[in-house]
């Protein structure tokens, strides 16, 4: 039901084109999947995804099990039919919103026992119970729950949420054996490079699907995010798809697609466009600016969104500086699709196998605007 | 530029049908405006505006003013291109939010003056100025600027109210003289009905392309509202079109219909959509009822508007529980889509001649369903 081709390779970088598989249909890679959270990419419906070029989501795995429940999702056999999108939905464990969101938790060998953020009420989700739970949403792309540390960790406390983590991979995949979805490991170990190559050893060794790169972004200087996405990407499996999770700017994506990573996702697009920040190829737009009071022009006059087809700076800022609806939903259009038009021009980069001069000049145009993000923030 | 033509009469009520003509397009009546408050009606785009049936919309001038201001919008023409509408607009005069918005207000014979909501500016509206920002705004209809009383109200207040909305009509007719766009004068006089008299004799002397039936709705017994709306409809211009503003529920909108009126406007079915209020032609759907957390049908069956043909009363119900923006431009989706289903229904029960058939099976169906709206409040 899943499987992953490689269809071109960069020569002078690691970065590759390649075909996600799943039982919803099929997804070009490099790819970035827009987080929805609560079964709605906030602000849009599913056709405006599909007109965005969106072709994958993430769904969370702790909200939908908190909220509406498995037994409401149930009823409709998973989340494709509740939310009205009918292409391939990536979950994830729940882990890290357990460790970021709940009021309280506690991990023991046998899981994660928390109070829920939103009433307070008791949980203990298992790897089996992650594994549960996204079959019921009807997940095409499983994530194995792991240990998710908070950074900075000790060695000791890395080392101890690794081994966690390895233990939970084997049983998530014991319990997912004879379902249809893919299931994912997710390598972890701080910012410990032999602990991230023993998570590589072990979860190749059982076995998956894909591989996911975690417990980055987690406040790490950059560069250290980038040193450790490479050291991972490197040693996983080149014939497995490779998913850099809760990454990042767009700056992240060029890079970390030229290490040869395959998937992403991240809050930015959708949250930094309900705080009224744009991204244009040219730098950051902050529409709050007053300086675009009586801007007649698109945010980006090179973009053929449906926002910048049809509406004006001073529209968008009006709307923003009124928080009216409006706002957040043509600005969420607009970041989304320049995320799917950067992934997209990626693609293209790389099957003419000029990817590397596509990154020199991404960079040098989207850096050139330091004035403009100085003077949007001033 | 404007113009008012009637179509069909029914015979046994006074409901008519006709066809308003403006510089941006004809629209059926009798029409049902959606409220634009600040250039856009909440959470929608023009495009779902036409696809729910929306043909005319209405703008409010006090908004605008403060926010974008008419500088802004005069780059634009109006607020048309600035929005991306191209169908007709009608704004209001601004006095109905100076009385009910503004931090502090004082009346004078020469105007308005008020504080700004939004920062504490101070402003002054005078009849001349509404003229000006209409204009500015590039409305299609605009309104006189009108002294808009409270419930209850004197006999004295009401009559210098109404002398001072007389003078203040002349003084809009004269500042208007030679424009494009069509005026209309409000009947005030609170409620007092030789007090509505005087005002429609001195506004049908001063001549007006429509006249509008204002100072209902603001707290009196819905009986007395309906009373006070037969009253001035039965005595204003056949030829003319007459605009019963701020009205009303659905029920008001097929009894008011039948007294003749051509046109309404109201916040009730944006505001009630986010606040989870959705209508039927069964009743009323509070969203947020637990009875709704596994219904897998939509809010109407037989209703076909985007939201009913492809989300589930369950779903709908997450999303708002959730607090999630989808929710509110579902619902209003719906709710918009109910109004101008049931003005598409009723312009053409009057073509059939059978208005007072329709309306009986109206009310008859509506009210079948307290029971629902019983067990959506407990």
């Known amino acids: 039901m899943f499987n992953f081709q490689i269809t071109a390779r960069s020569s002078r970088t690691r970065a590759r084109t390649g075909v996600l598989h799943t039982r919803h249909g099929s997804v070009e890679t490099p790819v970035f999947m827009p987080v929805g959270t609560a079964a709605t990419v906030k602000s849009l419906t599913p ?3 599909l007109e965005t070029g969106v072709r994958i989501i993430l769904a969370n795995t702790y909200h939908l099990y908190l909220r509406p429940g498995c037994e409401t999702i149930g009823l409709f056999s998973g989340i494709h039919r509740f939310m009205n999108w009918s292409g391939p939905i990536l979950t994830d464990s729940g882990g890290f919103q357990i460790f970021s969101l709940a009021k309280q938790f506690k991990i023991s060998e046998n899981g994660a026992a928390f109070q829920s953020h939103i009433d307070g009420s008791a949980h203990l989700l298992t790897p089996e119970k992650a594994m549960d739970i996204q079959l019921c949403i009807g997940s095409d792309i499983m994530m194995c729950l792991d240990d998710c540390i908070p950074y900075p960790a000790t060695r000791q406390q890395a080392a101890e949420a690794l081994d966690r983590t390895i233990a ?8 997912a054996e004879g379902t249809t979805p893919a299931l994912f490991g997710i390598v972890q170990g701080g910012m410990f490079e032999d602990l991230r190559q023993k998570a590589i050893d072990a979860l190749t060794g059982i076995g998956f699907h894909g591989y996911a790169v975690g417990g980055l972004s987690v406040g790490e200087p950059k560069d250290r995010m980038i040193e450790l996405s490479a050291f991972s990407l490197q040693r996983l499996p080149d014939s497995k798809p490779r998913y850099v999770m809760g990454v990042g700017t767009p700056e992240d994506l060029v890079e970390i697609v030229s290490l040869g990573a395959d998937m992403f996702d991240c809050v930015l697009p959708t949250r930094n466009a309900r705080n009224g920040q744009l991204f244009t190829e040219t730098g950051t737009v902050n529409i ?9 022009s698109p945010i980006d006059p090179e973009c053929t969104c449906y926002t ?3 509406y004006s700076k001073a529209y968008l800022r009006h709307l923003f500086m009124a928080k009216e609806l409006l706002a957040y939903r043509l600005n969420t259009i607009h970041n989304v699709y320049y995320y799917m038009n950067l992934m997209k021009t990626m693609r293209a980069a790389i099957c003419k196998d000029a990817f590397d001069g596509f990154k020199d000049t991404f960079v040098r145009k989207r850096q050139a605007t330091g004035y403009r993000q100085r003077m949007d923030a001033g």
């Open 47 to 49: 056709e405006e995804l």
């Open 288 to 296: 709050s600016n007053s300086r675009y009071k009586d801007d007649l």
């Open 308 to 310: 910048c087809r049809n």
């Open 168 to 175: 939970w991979a084997r049983r998530c995949k014991n319990r």
